[in-house]
Nanobody, 122 residues
Framework: VQLVESGGGLVQAGEALRLSCAASGRSFVDYAAGWFRQAPGKEREFVAAVNWNGVNTYYADSLKGRFTVSKGNVKMRVYLQINSLKPEDTAVYYC????????????????WGQGTEVTVSS
């Protein structure tokens, strides 16, 4: 599975972004999809995940309410909607796919994209 993220950019605090992750080689149908982010000088952290059929979603406790993860009707895409962006959301956002159910953990995911950069100015 090859994953390519898009939708990042430079935005002002309070604005919204929708990140997209496109799968090729194999769709997301059989995989859970997760979003992680890595801010400069920090560890990569879990943001959100959706299970293989798109029914169940999971979020980092500190990010609940502003982030929404979903699978597209076409099963080759996963989205991350981010509302009310804050400067502390500045990071590279990564999409990942995995067949396990330990959604919050990096080890659950076998495939990773290259990331899309989000910069939020105050």
């Amino acid at each position: 599975v090859q994953l390519v993220e898009s939708g990042g950019g430079l935005v002002q605090a309070g604005e919204a972004l929708r990140l997209s992750c496109a799968a090729s080689g194999r769709s997301f149908v059989d995989y859970a999809a997760g979003w992680f982010r890595q801010a400069p000088g920090k560890e990569r952290e879990f943001v959100a995940a959706v299970n293989w059929n798109g029914v169940n979603t999971y979020y980092a406790d500190s990010l609940k309410g502003r982030f929404t993860v979903s699978k597209g009707n076409v099963k080759m895409r996963v989205y991350l909607q981010i509302n009310s962006l804050k400067p502390e959301d500045t990071a590279v956002y990564y999409c990942a796919a995995g067949s396990g159910s330990l959604y919050y953990y990096r080890e659950n995911y076998d495939y990773w994209g290259q990331g899309t950069e989000v910069t939020v100015s105050s």
